[in-house]
């Protein structure tokens, strides 16, 4: 209706436009010039009356695309962030591991060595005690059997005296200083 009001002259200068043509014969009314008359018609009175109520709704629906737009590349940058600091961490992880690798290597190096000088420490210690027990357990039989080798030569030499009393033969001097000798190496 405003429309109507503010522009009354353009739309009496229409009419009778329309009517000077239709007198002259311009303008023949038949269905498709009434149905285009019509639809001029129709899309005038939407402009007129509801423009701002549809600029109205398609300035919310781009404002509504706008918001929806903004929130999902808003999302996009802190999924994209989040996957920078994954990357980071996981390049951060490579890199301790690595160094945790090395690390780790040496430490076993390390260990090995040091465990091999103590099991060479150790086995060198038990067979030298071994060794002493065994020589001072040799000491004590070399004594043992010293002694059992002057008494059986002692005993031999006794008997030897003995047979050759008896039998009347007397002894070489030789042997039986020698015999003596040798008894006196066993005491």
């Not at 890199?95 to 040091?114: G, P, R």
Request: proline share 1%.
């Amino acid at each position: 209706m405003d429309f109507l009001k503010n522009n009354i002259t353009y739309v009496f200068l229409a009419l009778v436009g329309l009517v000077a043509m239709s007198s002259k014969g311009i303008i023949l009314y038949n269905e498709e010039i009434l149905v285009a008359l019509a639809f001029v018609s129709f899309v005038s009175f939407c402009v007129t009356n509801y423009s701002s109520t549809v600029a109205d709704s398609l300035d919310d629906r781009a404002n509504s695309i706008q918001e929806e737009l903004q929130t999902y590349l808003t999302l996009k940058e802190s999924y994209l962030r989040s996957l920078i600091e994954t990357h980071k961490k996981q390049v951060d992880l490579t890199t301790v591991i690595l160094s945790l690798n090395s690390f780790s290597s040496s430490c076993l190096v390390e260990h090995t060595a040091q465990r091999e000088s103590e099991l060479e420490r150790n086995v060198t210690n038990q067979v030298s005690s071994q060794l002493k027990s065994l020589a001072a357990l040799g000491s004590g039989m070399r004594s043992g059997v010293y002694t059992k080798l002057a008494s059986s030569l002692r005993t031999c030499v006794l008997e030897s005296l003995q047979r050759s009393k008896k039998s009347k033969q007397d002894l070489k001097p030789k042997v039986l200083k020698e015999a003596i000798q040798k008894l006196a190496t066993y005491n």
